[in-house]
């Protein structure tokens, strides 16, 4: 066994805040041969990319490392002097930041971006550097580097962006790169595109690799050895199989039964141990013959003021209680689908009907006054940002139950908001909190409290767990298949994971640029896609089964 | 739930000032020229009008403790009387210019389209006049009298409410807790009201508070050249008018005191813009 090229020792960082001196690691080992590519997982919070900043003495003003030694090539690197990490940065480790468009300064072109990071560790000349760095944006397979080097990050995709990033991180042979959630916000396929090319790279160049992110599946397709962090430890450290077969800690046990794989059931979301059996619900009493679909869309499109069209030709139908999945990549028009059922945006031409009712002829404007508003709601995207700054979880619970129902403030509204707080399992002491004071998870419960305290017939849930853990995703769905079963309502699931819809959805529909590609009952649908382009989405979500495949 | 939520605004109110001494001076010294502002007729020692020849042109002394003025008049008293003038033409044209102005901004931010931009486009030609040849303007054409002193500075603050309030709810406008208080019932022009303009109020009130500095000095400068509140009314601009002509003889109190009460009532103002935003912001509150 070689020396390792990386070496932390009981590493501790502490942040100073507005209430004292918070652990964001405490003790964390591990150490990395050359060559070798570590997955480092876990949920947020868990210090993971604390971990990877102060490997790369990136930790900001408020953050110290407080304890433990790093190493690096035999190094003592713990307390490296400015002069000793100019040095060190991009030469000898090199970091790929989550959000590329933020790390690339928009007002350069690429290629004067990528000759910036070779000037500042070699003497060669300006012309040479740019020559190096078109040499780089071929290696990382960008096409036409020859024009794309004078390209500006704005015109570029968020894909292409990262690949810069790759390309700079590369610029100057490092034996360590550090990858902080690199393909977080991306397309599955482009995930699956720019993760194959960092692995090519780091492989073809003998680097060595830390993959930070909160993906076990993307950890264990990549990754020989993962990590497991949990509030500022390590818990476990295996290779991929014995994570996933053979979890030893609670929490690595816990984490691997919330990640969806292509088999997995909505119930088996939480360990063994700690499973709550399903209501049992008496068969869902079929609708007499003759009542008319919950949702039936015709031909819907979406011409935006700019000429572009957004949505052509869609349609769908939705009976009582079912539940769809609209999955797409960004940019497929499945958000303004969703919206313009919500009736929140117009068609540009169509008909929406709702209940055998046509409510694509009210205009979205009026559409608040509408018997219906109340029949369809919605969950959004980022808990973040779907709840009122100046609303406490009471009011904004409150809020439809004031304008939809007219319920006057007073016991039986406040009855009505326990009762909805109680149904997605919000304890009534956090009723009085701001959003600010509240988890990711928490925000998720009110804002499906508000979607669903009108007794709503459609739920139109965009993306509703893309911004949580994926152990909050394991719980918030369990609760809206809970709530689904309990209110017979009818789902209109908008997600970009396809093993969440394959778990939440009877039906799939499939979309690309504004138009159905494929749909079908949800589980033939993955298991056996007709189209090219279903195929490509299904193959690139990392599976747990297929790095079993890799591996064996 | 509304005596909670009092008890725990002031609770607030005391941490954002504890943490920010400054602001807390700020906030006194507003307060004291709100007093002021109210109880000036009971706190002047003198008839601020009342002129006493035999008197006039005294430094300050136990009697008269800013001096008297050419005619006699006691300084301190027309400083005191004139605070409530000045600060009801800022105050009144602050609230005149953000009512209307963010109105109008957080609508065309919300809409878009030709309103908002034949509202940028009158907005560009107002501010590309100097701000303050504008309000001489409008106040010689309307006669200078105090309510048109007010419209005056009202309308010349009106392009940074615009502006201001329609950046902020631009930038909201597709936020998710925008598009849910739609689907909870809310029209277009509801949401802008009791949803967009109370979460950009926080950054608003900086505006304001800066905005009222500003006021101040500008009835002052108006009344200085001649264009604002008629002699003999007590007013901080004509006191340093008058006063201006006395400076080369020595008599350095008719301008200084006014001139200090001006640049306090300005300084007090700016200093709270900060504090006050730390205040009004939820997310601030732990």
């Known amino acids: ?552 | 739930m509304s005596a909670i939520d009092a008890s725990s605004t002031l609770r607030h109110t005391a941490f954002v000032l504890r943490g920010n001494p400054v602001t807390a001076v700020a906030a006194c010294g507003a307060l004291v020229l709100a007093l002021v502002a109210i109880l000036a007729p009971w706190l002047a020692p003198y008839d601020p009008i009342a002129s006493d020849v035999p008197q006039a042109l005294q430094p300050p002394s136990a009697l008269h403790w800013a001096g008297t003025d050419q005619l006699g008049r006691d300084v301190f008293s027309r400083l005191i009387v004139a605070t409530r003038l000045d600060l009801t033409i800022a105050v009144t044209a602050v609230a005149v210019s953000f009512a209307i102005g963010s109105v109008i901004g957080a609508l065309c931010g919300y809409g878009g389209g030709k309103l908002d931009k034949a509202v940028g486009r009158f907005v560009d030609v107002l501010m590309a006049f100097p701000l303050f040849v504008l309000a001489m303007a409008m106040v010689a054409a309307l006669g200078n009298r105090v309510e048109n002193i007010v419209i005056a500075t009202a309308i010349i603050n009106l392009p940074f409410y615009i502006r201001f309030a329609r950046a902020e709810v631009n930038i909201r406008r597709n936020l998710g807790w925008v598009e849910a208080a739609r689907a909870c019932g809310e029209s277009h022009v509801a949401v802008v009201l009791r949803f967009l303009l109370p979460n950009v109020l926080p950054a608003m009130a900086v505006q304001m508070s800066l905005n009222l500095g500003w006021a101040i000095l500008n009835a002052a400068g108006l009344s200085f050249i001649g264009l604002g509140v008629k002699p003999p009314t007590p007013e901080w601009g004509i006191m340093v008018a008058e006063g201006a002509r006395f400076i080369s003889t020595g008599r350095w109190w008719l301008v200084a005191f006014p001139g200090f009460a001006l640049m306090s009532a300005v300084l007090c103002f700016n200093l709270l813009g900060d504090g006050l935003r730390d205040i009004l912001d939820p997310r601030m509150r732990t």
Do not use: W
């Open chain 1, 1 to 552: 066994m070689t020396a390792p090229l990386l070496e932390v020792e009981d590493l501790k960082v502490t942040f100073s805040t507005r209430r004292g001196l918070v652990e964001a690691v405490r003790g964390v080992t591990l150490s990395l041969q050359p060559g070798e590519m570590l997955g480092l997982v876990g949920e947020s919070g868990s210090g993971k990319s604390v971990t990877g900043f102060a490997i790369t003495h990136l930790l900001d003003k408020a953050g110290r490392i407080a304890g433990g030694r790093i190493r690096f090539r035999g190094q003592d690197i713990t307390g490296a002097g400015s002069a000793d990490l100019r040095q060190l940065h991009g030469a000898a480790m090199a970091m790929i930041f989550q959000n590329p468009r933020a790390a690339l300064n928009p007002i350069r072109a690429i290629g004067e971006q990528i000759a910036d990071a070779i000037l500042a560790h070699r003497r060669i000349s300006r012309p040479e550097a740019r020559d190096e760095a078109l040499k780089l944006l071929r290696a990382v397979q960008i096409r036409d580097p020859e024009q794309r080097v004078k390209a500006y990050p704005h015109e570029l995709s968020g894909g292409m962006c990262q690949r810069v990033m790759i390309a700079i991180a590369i610029s100057c042979n490092p034996q360590l790169l550090i990858a902080d959630e690199p393909t977080t916000g991306l397309d599955v396929t482009t995930q699956k595109v720019v993760m194959d090319l960092l692995a090519d790279i780091a492989a073809a160049r003998g680097m060595a690799a830390i993959l930070i992110t909160h993906d076990l599946g993307l950890a264990a397709r990549y990754c020989r050895r993962v990590v497991v962090m949990e509030q500022g430890s390590l818990v476990e450290e295996a290779e991929p199989l014995t994570l996933f077969h053979r979890p030893q800690h609670p929490y690595t046990k816990r984490l691997v039964a919330a990640s969806p794989t292509a088999t997995s059931r909505v119930e088996d979301l939480v360990p063994d141990g700690e499973r709550v059996p399903l209501v049992q619900v008496s068969a869902l009493s079929l609708p007499p013959h003759g009542t008319p679909l919950l949702l039936d869309v015709k031909q819907i499109a979406k011409r935006f003021d700019d000429g572009t069209t957004g949505v052509a030709d869609f349609s769908m139908t939705m009976r009582h209680g079912e539940s769809i999945g609209l999955v797409g990549e960004s940019g497929s028009g499945k958000s303004t689908i969703s919206r313009m059922i919500c009736r929140l945006i117009d068609p540009s031409a169509g008909e929406i009907l709702f209940d055998g009712r046509a409510i694509g002829q009210i205009p979205a404007r009026d559409f608040h006054r509408s018997e219906f508003r109340k029949d369809i709601q919605i969950v959004f995207q980022d808990p973040n940002e779907s709840l009122n700054p100046r609303y406490t979880a009471f009011d904004c619970i409150a809020h439809p139950l004031l304008r939809l129902l007219g319920l006057r403030s007073g016991d039986r509204l406040r009855r009505q908001v326990e009762d909805c707080a109680d149904r997605v399992g919000l304890p009534r002491e956090l009723l009085s909190r701001f959003p600010h004071q509240l988890s990711g998870g928490q925000k998720a419960r009110v804002g499906i409290a508000r979607a669903i305290a009108c007794k709503p017939r459609l739920l139109v849930l965009d993306e509703p767990t893309a911004a949580l853990d994926v152990s909050v995703q394991a719980v918030v769905l369990q609760l809206l298949n809970r709530l689904r079963r309990e209110d017979n309502l009818g789902f209109l699931f908008v997600s970009h994971d396809l093993n969440v819809v394959r778990m939440m959805c009877d039906r799939t529909i499939v979309l690309r640029a504004g138009q159905i590609v494929e749909q079908g009952e949800s589980r033939a649908l993955f298991a056996n896609p007709q189209t090219d382009y279903t195929r490509e989405l299904v193959d690139a979500v990392p599976h747990i089964q297929r790095a079993e495949l890799a591996l064996a």
